[in-house]
């Protein structure tokens, strides 16, 4: 894949203005890295006895309700290992050990989930995202370029995080963002948004890598996101930023 072509893939994706373009762009992407199926999950806890869990997939309509039984995922290795870890997993038939995982995998696997990679971000604020494609391999190793592929679906999931959230929840009112955002915020979200590093945004402002940082991190919580990708995304929709 083409770098300058992965990027207009992966700020298409931020700028998903519903669900069903969000769920298309997802498909489409990981469709063309061959991968086999696709879940990206929104989960917020809004107390310890209270999760809402809200999944856009292409599995097979005979797995959903096993996709989406908590007392499986319970069972599941990557499933514990994307609620416990920031880190990606790649995953195939070794990963489920005991008995009952291999019998897990067993199902699973009639429905074309044979290995994949997951990858969960925690962000805070009690919200967390999940993503992860599947492959009909034995093993993702068998799969030329895996890790060329790995490298794309995290950054890509980086992506499908911030839009994901944006669609899960209302958005500020404008004119509680405008009171907010100072001019120089919104000029440090507006460079992030052409891909500038904190560095390369504080030589174009005329101010230190540490100075635009913290620009970046007062705009995000501004505007309620955990991420600069979130921030940027908002603050278009809100129209204090142009996307052009």
């Not at 997802?26 to 990206?40: D, K, M, Q």
């Not at 004119?175 to 100072?182: E, I, N, P, R, T």
């Amino acid at each position: 894949m083409i770098a300058s072509s992965f990027n207009q893939t992966c700020l298409e994706m931020l700028h998903s203005r519903s669900v069903k373009e969000f769920s298309k762009r997802l498909f489409a992407f990981t469709e063309n890295l061959g991968f086999s199926t696709v879940a990206a999950m929104v989960i917020t806890d809004h107390s310890p006895t209270l999760t809402e869990f809200q999944t856009i997939t292409n599995a097979p309509a005979a797995y959903l309700g096993e996709f989406e039984n908590l007392e499986l995922g319970r069972l599941d290795p990557v499933s514990q290992h994307c609620k416990n870890s920031n880190a990606p997993i790649i995953w195939d038939r070794r990963t489920y050990r005991s008995p009952r995982e291999q019998e897990l995998w067993e199902r699973q696997a009639e429905f074309g989930f044979r290995s994949g990679m997951a990858v969960a971000m925690h962000p805070g604020r009690c919200r967390h995202f999940m993503f992860g494609a599947d492959w009909n391999h034995d093993t993702c190793a068998s799969v030329p370029h895996f890790r060329h592929i790995s490298e794309y679906l995290i950054e890509f999931a980086a992506h499908a995080q911030a839009a994901a959230f944006e669609l899960s929840q209302p958005a500020p009112s404008i004119a509680d963002a405008s009171q907010v955002l100072s001019r120089s915020e919104l000029d440090a979200l507006s460079r992030s948004m052409d891909g500038q590093t904190s560095w390369e945004i504080g030589a174009a402002m005329s101010i230190s890598e540490r100075h635009a940082t913290l620009l970046l991190r007062r705009a995000m919580i501004a505007l309620g996101c955990s991420t600069k990708y979130e921030a940027v995304l908002r603050a278009i929709r809100l129209g204090l930023i142009s996307a052009q």
